[in-house]
Nanobody, 124 residues
Framework: QVQLVESGGGLVQAGGSLRLSCAASGRTFSNYAMGWFCQAPGKEREFVAAISRGGGSTDHRGSVQGRFTISRDNAKNTLYLQMNNLKPEDTAVYYC?????????????????WGQGTQVTVSS
């Protein structure tokens, strides 16, 4: 079992920045590829970014490329999402997820464990 706890969400004006964190416990963090997903009201949960278990490979969805950066610190058992130049359309609950694999995936069903989510609200 892996426990994931997100933090760092909040209310920010358009153009601002936030850094989300996801603290992992319970199993060896470096055995898991990790992902960030978001879910806006009335919409399905969707992929934002992902990172391989060693951190050497990452991917971000097109609408956040150049603004968001996923990273991890395996020594601290923590996943991050640096969010810059935030836009109102980024408003959502953000979830971190763990996948017992070297490589990440892009679908919700491919991940084994989920955090409870943290709210990000961007005002215009």
């Amino acid at each position: 079992q892996v426990q994931l706890v997100e933090s760092g969400g909040g209310l920010v004006q358009a153009g601002g920045s936030l850094r989300l964190s996801c603290a992992a416990s319970g199993r060896t963090f470096s055995n898991y590829a990790m992902g960030w997903f978001c879910q806006a009201p009335g919409k399905e949960r969707e992929f934002v970014a992902a990172i391989s278990r060693g951190g050497g490979s990452t991917d971000h969805r097109g609408s956040v490329q150049g603004r968001f950066t996923i990273s991890r610190d395996n020594a601290k058992n923590t996943l991050y999402l640096q969010m810059n130049n935030l836009k109102p359309e980024d408003t959502a609950v953000y979830y971190c997820a763990a996948r017992y694999s070297t490589n990440y995936a892009y679908t919700v069903g491919a991940y084994d464990y989920w955090g409870q989510g943290t709210q990000v609200t961007v005002s215009s």
